[in-house]
């Protein structure tokens, strides 16, 4: 019960009681579609509650009851302005047949895109999100003063946080997250709030479930806004088709469960471009302000909607050429949103911004002066001169139409990497085509050009953005193009307008013949038949789309980590601290990430996979005095020991979750797993005792022991062991002044014949003990030490480095087997004799 009213106060009633309030025009907009009036009742009341969200967070005094307190006291303000009259009386559209579809494309989303993903863990976007989230629900703040950081003593923070040389930023916390200045506490995310903000509240009304469920609700309301925007644009079949195949498209199924900000993106977006056109062409009070508020908070989310607000201040000029502006109210919200996102931008977010001003700095002059004397063009156009404005509203659509057209056969047809032209830009609309079928993208553009001249006027600044974006991101797509990852550029604008665009194609086909129809006694077909030949038309599309998901819908990404976390975080407490081994050394710092800001266990990362030992030493005496116990995480990798310093194993974790493949330039085919191998430690005081000749099973409680070795792996008798790369080190400990060898038992493994011989050569301290040639099977080499070696190693505060150089081999290149490692050998166990 609480929870549905919370979610009332959130997403619902502000919006509401704003849109029948009675001003602004409330008759005209009572006139819409009942489900259109819900749709807006929630996005408009989102947006109230994202707003309050980023405003009470930059006070440091975010709330969820605070929030929830504000909404009901706007809910209470409107209220009073309306004087009750809220009813939208005679004025109001019932509830029609057509309502229904809507209402089947939230029920879709609600079986398709969930449960969400469980990716909750640093080292990628999707975990910076979710976590950047819950510190505001956490912490309440935009900025993080965090105790972990201030808790680092100033001489000793580079073990952590060494500076990285920028202005904008010191160093940083977790991938993700920067430490603004050196010896403050103070952390910034690396990513805009409002996306995380709208996980803030999903985790205040229902935990970590509510922030992960956070992106499917996104991706639904998403839908329903290409739903609405298709209605307005070319009528409720093109649309409900078109949502439906939007619904079930690869693009969209993945990043339905998958955190990003694109799914907020297209929401906001489309919502906005929808509410300026209705103030555009219709000249309504409210839809004037609505579309300033949600497209002056698009900039909070990612950067690059900078894009979709120049190609709406076009199509806002474009507008001027028929006498038609979203009027004052809208200028005035929008300018009074972008003011203080500017101020947010280059204040909290400075590192954010940087380089997009460095970009912005470098822009050609003469480009800048091309789209000024463009504008100053229209603006001419629109201020009178009725011989230049008449021609280029009847065929600017056209052209427009026409150079997207031929841009699209050049791209498709003759486009090659060369020179600077690299083979992910160059291949950028193909490899859209893998995600929606080349006819599709013929239809896409076919639909263009028969449809553009008779739709562009009623909502000009949505075919500029469209037009915008697939320029901008079919010219280079600036991503990493490994997929799925890279589609998220298709998914807020490229992919919804593709769609609704090639349906609009095929219906204008279905209405061509039926107007023909018309004509011949008979008569054409009644618009139901042409509704149901439409969707038969545009089936087979679905049934690919649903092929390509199915895979997908099945998978959830990460699945069964979060109990894994819950488990891990609780063998700690709030008083202990865990030290993480550096990223340079395996995966186990992403773990660190939700440790401290999801279950608040403090955790720091190591900057380097060698740090100082007397630094470190100096550290965990200082971390004493601060914390009950300090622990140690890592998978191997990290060479911090030494004679002082003692650990004890406390556990040994290894296990895998469902990752999706991800492939560069090329389509995923699916699922692999991605393994966690680590353990854990504990830091205990004193030297303590006789020092013991070590004896280390490689493989098995020996993380603080190895570098650069592969994972740990096991024989199939069960023995544990690891592989070697091309240069790998043992520390060795328990060097003492009777010892007189070190054994290493060893196998070169079952390698092809045109692989490289295993010869091994050992090395301690930079003096090599000898070389071995290594046969499939195990076998143990001991390699003598020199007397005075011996001496120096035992009275050394450090460990002896023990290095193994060997040729290595790659399984995939050389015999086609899935490992695309380097290996060198198998080494099971080193002794000291």
């Known amino acids: 019960m609480v929870r549905a009213l919370a979610l009332l106060l959130i997403a619902y009633l502000p919006g509401a009681l704003a849109f029948r309030a009675p001003w602004g025009g409330r008759d005209r907009r009572a006139g819409l579609d009942a489900g259109e009036r819900l749709f807006w009742a929630v996005v408009t009341s989102l947006a109230c509650s994202l707003a309050g969200v980023l405003v009470l967070a930059a006070l440091g005094q975010y709330r969820l009851e605070r929030l929830l307190v504000l909404n009901a006291a706007l809910c209470a303000l409107v209220a009073a302005g309306a004087r009750g009259r809220l009813r939208l009386g005679a004025a109001a559209r019932p509830w029609r047949p057509a309502d229904a579809v809507p209402l089947a494309l939230v029920a879709a989303g609600l079986w398709l895109y969930f449960p969400a993903s469980e990716f909750v863990v640093g080292g990628k976007d999707p975990g910076v999100y979710v976590n950047e989230g819950i510190q505001i629900a956490q912490r309440g703040a935009l900025v993080v003063d965090d105790p972990v950081v201030g808790a680092v003593p100033a001489a000793l923070a580079d073990l952590f946080f060494p500076p990285y040389g920028q202005a904008e930023y010191h160093s940083l916390r977790f991938m993700g997250f920067f430490v603004r200045e050196a010896g403050a506490p103070a952390v910034v995310p690396q990513f805009p709030h409002l996306f995380p903000a709208s996980m803030a509240l999903g985790y205040g009304v229902n935990g970590l479930s509510g922030a992960r469920q956070t992106v499917g609700a996104w991706a639904i309301l998403g839908v329903l806004a290409t739903y609405f925007v298709g209605a307005r644009l070319f009528g409720r079949p093109v649309a409900a088709a078109a949502a439906a195949l939007l619904a079930v498209n690869v693009v969209l199924a993945w990043f339905a469960r998958y955190p990003n900000a694109e799914v907020a993106m297209l929401t906001l977006l489309w919502a906005g471009l929808l509410a300026l056109a209705r103030a555009t062409t219709e000249e309504d009070r409210y839809f004037a302000v609505v579309a300033g508020l ?70 050609n002059p003469a480009t800048v002066a091309l789209a000024v004397l463009g504008c100053f063009a229209l603006a001419l156009a629109a201020w009178g001169l009725r011989a230049a404005r008449e021609p280029l509203v009847r065929w600017g659509p056209i052209a427009l139409g026409a150079v997207l057209a031929l841009l699209a056969v050049y791209a498709w047809f003759f486009r090659e990497p060369a020179g600077k032209l690299a083979a992910h830009d160059a291949m950028a609309l193909r490899s859209f085509g893998w995600y929606v079928t080349p006819p599709v993208v013929a239809l896409a553009v076919a639909g263009l050009l028969v449809r553009v001249r008779g739709t562009f006027w009623r909502a000009p600044a949505w075919f500029l953005t469209v037009a915008v974006y697939a320029v901008f991101f079919f010219y280079k797509i600036r991503i990493v193009p490994e997929h799925f990852w890279a589609a998220r550029r298709f998914l807020a604008v490229i992919l919804p307008a593709a769609l609704l665009l090639a349906v609009a194609g095929v219906a204008w086909v279905v209405e061509t013949a039926a107007r023909r129809g018309e004509a011949a006694p008979a008569g054409g077909p009644p618009a139901a038949a042409r509704a149901l030949l439409l969707f038969v038309l545009v089936a087979p599309i679905g049934v690919q789309f649903w092929q390509a998901s199915a895979p997908v819908f099945a998978h959830v990404e990460y699945a069964g980590i979060i109990p894994r976390l819950e488990r891990l975080a609780g063998r700690f407490t709030e008083r202990d601290l865990v030290i993480v081994e550096s990223r340079n050394a395996s995966d186990a710092h992403v773990l660190a990430l939700p440790l401290n800001y999801i279950y608040a266990r403090p955790a720091l990362v190591l900057a380097s996979p060698a740090p100082d030992r007397a630094a470190f030493a100096a550290f965990l005496d200082t971390a004493a005095a601060t914390y009950e116990r300090v622990f140690f995480l890592g998978g191997g990798g990290t060479d911090l020991l030494s004679r002082r310093l003692r650990v004890e194993p406390v556990a040994s974790e290894r296990f895998q979750v469902p990752e999706y493949e991800s492939r560069w330039n090329a389509y995923p085919r699916g699922v692999r797993q991605k393994e966690f191998d680590f353990g854990l430690y504990r830091f205990v005081a004193g030297t303590g005792g006789e020092v013991a000749p070590l004896r280390l099973s490689l493989g098995e409680g020996d993380d603080l022991h190895v570098v650069r070795f592969h994972a740990k792996e096991r024989f199939a008798d069960g023995s544990p062991f690891r592989w070697t790369r091309d240069v790998s080190y043992v520390a060795v400990t328990g060097i003492t002044p009777t010892a007189r060898a070190i054994a290493l038992t060893m196998a070169g493994g079952a390698r092809p014949a045109n692989a490289p011989v295993p010869v091994v050569t050992v090395s301690i301290d930079g003096r090599v003990l000898g070389a071995v040639t290594l046969g499939p099977n195990r076998s143990t080499h001991e390699f003598a030490m020199p007397a005075d070696l011996v001496a120096a190693l035992a009275e050394s505060e450090a460990p002896g480095r023990l290095r193994i150089d060997t040729p290595t081999w790659n399984p995939l290149q050389l015999s086609g087997a899935a490992d695309a490692r380097d290996l060198g050998v198998m080494v099971f166990r080193v002794e000291v004799r």
């Open 294 to 363: 949600l497209l002056s908070m698009l900039l909070l989310l990612r950067i690059d909607t900078v894009l979709a607000l120049g190609a709406a201040g076009a199509g806002i000029a474009a507008g001027w050429l028929t006498g038609r502006g979203p009027g004052w109210r809208f200028y005035a919200t929008l300018a009074a949103g972008l003011a203080v996102t500017a101020v947010y931008l280059l204040t909290v977010m400075r590192a954010y911004i940087a380089l997009p001003l460095v970009w912005a700095a470098h822009l």
